[in-house]
């Protein structure tokens, strides 16, 4: 019997899993998936916004392997850090561990001003919205009426979408109570998102940036000079763009063709900027008040360079959207300019040498990019260098019943019924209120909804 441990249960946790189940092993598996947080699914639960019902119907098929008979949740307990279990004794219990631990923090802007209160990292603002128990509910009063989005990604497009979006059409899914009574009092009327350089190297999938002309109460805004700047834009035809490229910019071309809209024609404005960068978080009253940007130009190599022009734009909320960041796990070796885990077909590599027994899988292997599905075969690399290891592997002592001495350390795992059971906790709030099942935004309200306990 091999035993293995992965730690994460967002997508490539899931998949690492997965991909472990499918092989024909000898010996045979079992797969303990151990999670900080007593919920599993990791950002597809606390990540993917609650207005993607697609994407989030993916928990579908992640339950599926959670739920094989091989396989364990194993909740609520920390690996690494001030409190956690140190890689090197979770190393004792199982034969190989899989650290699939994504990119926990949001990279810095490193631009003056980016702590003023109301500045947030956007993947804070997602994390509140998903009701993540280390956010607090009440986190975000959205009393602005100028937000700027700085960075023009999906998770860009994503919070300038829930901004812009009427809370009465978020009702419907399992936004948190605090979270929808914010946005329902927001009073936000302009959103701003900012790309430093042209829109033919804008991140974001047409998919994601559709989505955004077709909220019912907001219209986007897309100034036709900052398009014609772009030597691609402007050379469309003739030039070999990837085809995400080409449809962005099809999109982007019919709403600047609209041009500003007529005061009374919509509630919210999505003004779609390009060209911009962040210079300076501008301050007055001892919070921010907009955003000063450096006018940029390109400089013919895909790059752009500053002209020497400003801007300033109103905000008196700035969500930055610059990407994750991978963060270091005590215990484990880690490559602070790349923010992974150094490794070689997924075997973590300690001073460049493969180490028996670890491995990594998902963002904190190869940096955060790509879709859920590129988790895949992420996680398939990986698992096929396990399987190389495994008559290695099953020689390394493992515990008869990890779980059994996770629980002598004095650490109290919410296992898959204590995850049904703050299912059925959500749902019988949000029947409460009238909605759909309504995410239980606390610590102290999902472990006591993983015990069973009256809400
Ligand atoms: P991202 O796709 O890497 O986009 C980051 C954006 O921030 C880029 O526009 C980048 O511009 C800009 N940026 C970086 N540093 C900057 C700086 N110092 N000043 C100004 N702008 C800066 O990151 P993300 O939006 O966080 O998304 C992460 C991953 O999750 C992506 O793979 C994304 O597709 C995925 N995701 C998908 C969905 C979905 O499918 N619906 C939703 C959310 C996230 P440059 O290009 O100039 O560097």
Partial sequence: MLRVAVVGSGPSGVYTAQALLNRSLVPEVRVHVLDRLPTPYGLVRYGVAPDHEKIKSLQNSLRAVLEDERVTFVGHVQIGGADGVPPARLAELYHAVVYCVGAAADRPLAVPGEDLPGSWSATRFVSWYSAHPD???????????????????????????????????????????????????????????????GPSQARFTTKELRELGALPGARVVVDPAELAMDPAYAAQEGLPLPAVVRRNLDVLRGWSARGEPAAADAARRIRLRFFLRPVELL?????????????????????????????????????????????????????????????AAGRVLRDGVPSPGEYVAGWIKRGPTGVIGSNRSCAKETVASLIEDAPLLARRPAAEDPLAVLRAWGLRPVEWDGWLSIERAEAALGRSLGRGPVKIPDWQGLLAAARGEEG
């Fill in 283 to 343: 301050e007055r009253g001892g919070r921010v008040a907009g955003v000063r940007f450096a006018r940029t130009a390109p400089d013919g190599a895909g790059g752009v360079q500053d002209t020497g022009a400003y801007e300033d734009v109103e905000a008196q909320l700035v969500l930055r959207a610059v990407g994750y960041r991978g963060v270091e796990l005590p215990g484990l070796p880690f490559d602070p300019v790349r923010g992974t885990v150094p490794h």
């Fill in 135 to 197: 956010i607090a509910p009440d986190g975000f009063t959205l009393e602005a009426r100028s937000a700027v989005v700085i960075g023009v990604g999906n998770v860009a497009v994503d919070v300038a979408r829930i901004l812009a979006r009427g809370a009465d059409e978020l009702r419907a899914t399992d936004v948190p109570r605090a979270a929808l009574g914010a946005l329902a009092g927001s009073r936000v009327r302009e959103v701003h998102i900012a790309g430093r350089r």
